[in-house]
């Protein structure tokens, strides 16, 4: 109790000057305004009326909100061939279903190459850092061969095992189990007889928690915006992207409807983050070692 | 059955808990890649049923270098675009970070902001900006306008002061790409944040009770225990700036590979540019990591 209201003075006690606090927050606040107003400029034309969409120069800020551009949109996927619940659920498999692969198996072959020291782990660990840098585009074709002499094509597991085995995800939790667990927490484990797979739950997971949430949001992002076009090609296993980017392509007479679909795609991911970043705790207990 | 020694048992245990990665690892990444290095070491032909290769002598090479002339100067442009960028993006993501991660009331609204540009800048959304017949109009009208803070003549003036002339020249490409660079940083504040929330508060305190100033906490504290923090973030950052699909060599490499010059040229490139970036990185990594600190 004492150490925590210990704690609060001194996070509450001012180490700068006023002025020093107004120019960070003139600076964070540019930033901040730069990174915000796309977001606020495409949810004010996704209101626009068509008068106003095409207005040179621009407007801001909408005049006259109309919500017509949503419903043109609930028109347009009303009579679309498949049923377009089936498109969100589509990517939600995808999304969920490759995220939650990803985390565990980066997470499980991160803390053995962390800290276990076995024959061979050194130079996995380079392989996967290698393989980070090569380029998808590169791989494309010899990926889309193996993936059909493994009968993956045109299924979600296309594109969900290769999301699985990202290397980015072991990489980044390598880095941080080996920033955030201490030694002596997991000998300490061990002399209490606790498995190694009970160490990896009950220990390691709980205190790399700001890690996987991070893990977490890369991954979704990723997969959200999957558009599968290389993989899948029946038109009820396709994805949200792939329907969406349907319904936009026919142009300039369909931008409002684009600006709808724009507003509608960004709700997901932006949800998901603050949800996630709230999860955080802003203090992690210093894993139990004083 | 023998019973293992503990540390084979150990080894055991590695080898377990990293099969489920290297199973997927070694069928969608390892064997795609080496395949890849094959095919830019042949001409590859569509033939009935399938393709066939017939081995060129380091061809395919030979043509991105000496034949094709845009290879080498998009090369060497996204080299440079990397050096300049990847500090820039490291000091401004740890400060805002830094910021973000201190207590103040809608703390959850500013960090979600700093990461909106990642968000629109992904997937379906940049391709309906690209799409969007009036974000065309405003991109044309952007690119007549002057730089984004040092026009010509303060350029000019700066250049006449006894300011280390490579310096300045720098800090005025920073400035000039300020915009790319917030762009690109959304994640590696994420990543700095995750870092900075697990450093034990008792650090901090033992820190004041031996009446430490901010000042060197932050070069005490903060900066050693998160140094592989901001290693994973250096490393991450140089890949996605020569790995982003807006990057000039990689659309280049793209519409070689698929629309050009044939799979065998663009995989070529591909090889190439694999080899240029892995020589970056490791530099990068071996004079970095001497200074990292671990926890054991």
Request: glycine share 6%; proline share 5%; hydrophobic share 55%.
């Amino acid at each position: 109790m004492i150490g925590r209201i210990r704690q609060k003075i001194w996070m509450t006690k001012p180490t700068r000057s006023v002025g020093g606090d107004l120019l960070v927050l003139l600076l964070i606040g540019a930033a901040a305004a730069y990174s915000a107003l796309p977001l606020v400029y495409s949810i004010s034309n996704a209101f626009k009326p068509p008068n106003e969409l095409f207005l040179w120069p621009p407007q801001f800020f909408v005049r006259n909100p109309t919500l017509a551009n949503f419903y043109d949109l609930l028109v347009l996927m009303s009579s679309s061939w498949i049923p377009f619940s089936r498109y969100l659920v589509n990517t939600l498999v995808i999304t969920l279903g490759g995220t939650a692969g990803h985390v565990i198996i980066a997470s499980l072959a991160a803390y053995a190459l962390a800290k276990h020291d076995f024959p061979g782990s050194k130079f996995m660990f380079s392989l996967v850092v290698l393989s980070l840098m090569f380029a998808k585009q590169v791989t494309a074709i010899p990926k889309y061969l193996i993936t059909s002499v493994l009968g993956l094509v045109d299924t979600h597991w296309a594109i969900i095992l290769p999301a699985w085995c990202m290397s980015l995800g072991l990489f980044l939790m390598k880095q941080f189990i080996e920033a955030m667990i201490h030694d002596a927490l997991l000998e300490s484990a061990r002399i209490e007889g606790a498995s190694e797979w009970t160490i990896f739950w009950r220990i390691v997971m709980p205190n790399v928690r700001p890690g996987w949430l991070t893990l977490i949001i890369l991954s979704f992002q990723a997969l959200w915006g999957e558009t599968g076009g290389q993989f899948i090609y029946s038109e009820q296993l396709k994805t949200l992207p792939n329907a969406l980017s349907q319904i936009v392509s026919a142009g300039i007479a369909r931008a409002g409807v684009a600006a709808a679909v724009g507003v509608i795609t960004m709700i997901l991911p932006i949800t998901v983050f603050v949800i996630n970043q709230s999860k955080v705790i802003d203090t992690m207990g210093a894993s139990g070692i004083k | 059955m023998k019973r293992l020694s503990l540390s084979q048992q150990r080894s055991l245990t590695g080898y377990l808990f990293t099969l489920p990665f290297i199973i997927g690892f070694i069928l969608f990444f390892l064997a795609p890649f080496i395949q890849s290095v094959i095919f830019s070491l042949n001409h590859l032909r569509i033939v009935a049923g399938g393709y066939e290769l017939i081995y060129n002598h380091f061809e395919n090479f030979k043509h991105a270098l000496y034949v094709d002339t845009q290879f080498l100067p998009t090369f060497t442009q996204t080299v440079l675009n990397m050096i300049t960028d990847v500090p820039a993006i490291i000091f401004f993501s740890f400060f805002a970070a830094l910021l973000l991660n201190q207590k103040f009331r809608g703390r959850l609204l500013a960090r979600s902001i700093f990461f909106l540009p990642v968000i629109l800048s992904s997937g379906v959304i940049a391709g309906l900006e690209a799409a969007d017949y009036m974000s065309n109009l405003m991109r044309e009208q952007a690119t007549n306008a002057t730089s984004f803070l040092a026009g010509p003549t303060l350029t000019a003036f700066l250049l006449q002061m006894k300011i280390p002339r490579e310096l300045l020249l720098y800090v005025i490409s920073v400035v000039d790409r300020i915009p790319e660079i917030i762009r690109a940083s959304g994640i590696q504040i994420l990543i700095f944040l995750a870092g900075l929330q697990s450093i034990s508060p008792s650090l901090y305190e033992a820190a004041r009770v031996e009446g430490a100033s901010p000042w060197q906490t932050m070069w005490m504290i903060t900066i050693p225990v998160l140094s592989p923090t901001i290693l994973a973030n250096v490393v991450y950052s140089i890949i996605d700036s020569f790995l982003a699909p807006t990057n000039a060599l990689v659309t280049y490499i793209r519409t070689t590979a698929f629309g050009g010059a044939g799979f065998g040229i663009g995989t070529a490139m591909g090889v190439m540019y694999f080899a240029a970036v892995s020589v970056v990185l490791a530099i990068v990594v071996g004079v970095l990591s001497r200074h990292v600190v671990y926890q054991d």
